[in-house]
């Protein structure tokens, strides 16, 4: 099988994954999790597909880098607002965030 279609398949999964623990999982970390799970599935497709391209694609790994950075950044952030959270209410619901805005 062709060194590409594995890292496709892998790729899928790990969205797959990340879709199935966003849509099933109630808890706001393991939400951001999930989150984290499908940016990674998108990187590995950015660096496969960069590696096995006829042609040079320099810039697809300063993508991958990117968005690596700002999926650091943003799971800075979520986590931050759940501790606060969790601080004030004693609990994490995401049910319940809505509740939080007034």
Known sequence: MNDLVIYVVGSTLFFAIGIYGLLSKRSAIRMLFAIEIIINAA????????RYAPYDLGGAQAIAMFVISIAAAE????????????????????????????
């Open 75 to 102: 799971a800075a952030v979520g986590l931050a607002i759940i501790i606060e959270a969790f601080r004030l209410r004693g609990k994490v619901n995401v049910d319940e965030m809505n509740e939080m805005k007034g």
């Open 43 to 50: 990187n590995l497709n950015i660096a496969a597909f960069a």
